[in-house]
């Protein structure tokens, strides 16, 4: 059974930063390309970012460039999206999921399956 367990999330005020993990007890995390997803109430999922499988290029949407970092620990089997300066328009539920595609690129998003339960982000004063 794939299983994928997101954590982290939290209520933090706006410019604040969150670390969040992604997990899988049973299947190997760097052999797959990974993205994160959110979705805000009301709003349709988004893709975030995404690293490779190939060789760990990453991917990031526009809105969230130059503040999201994606990375993967290996040893941990785990992938982190490490989220700075965040605004209030972050407040979404964040979720991680799998594809075999080797690499990230532009629109990868509907590539992806086997979602986790999500963790949920508030940004709030």
């Known amino acids: 059974q794939v299983q994928l367990v997101e954590s982290g999330g939290g209520l933090v005020q706006p410019g604040g930063s969150l670390r969040l993990s992604c997990a899988a007890s049973?299947?190997?995390?760097?052999?797959?390309?990974i993205g994160w997803f959110r979705q805000a109430p009301g709003k349709e999922r988004e893709g975030v970012s995404c690293?490779?499988?190939?060789?760990?290029?990453?991917v990031y949407a526009d809105s969230v460039k130059g503040r999201f970092t994606i990375s993967r620990d290996k040893s941990k089997n785990s992938v982190y999206l490490q989220i700075n300066s965040l605004k209030p328009e972050d407040t979404a539920v964040y979720y991680c999921?799998?594809?075999?595609?080797?690499?990230?690129?532009?629109?990868?998003?509907?590539?992806?399956?086997?979602w986790g339960q999500g963790t949920q982000v508030t940004v709030s004063s």
């Open positions: 999921a799998r594809t075999t595609k080797l690499s990230c690129y532009t629109n990868i998003w509907r590539q992806f399956s086997y």
């Open positions: 690293i490779s499988r190939s060789d760990d290029s990453t």
């Open positions: 049973t299947f190997t995390l760097h052999s797959y390309t």
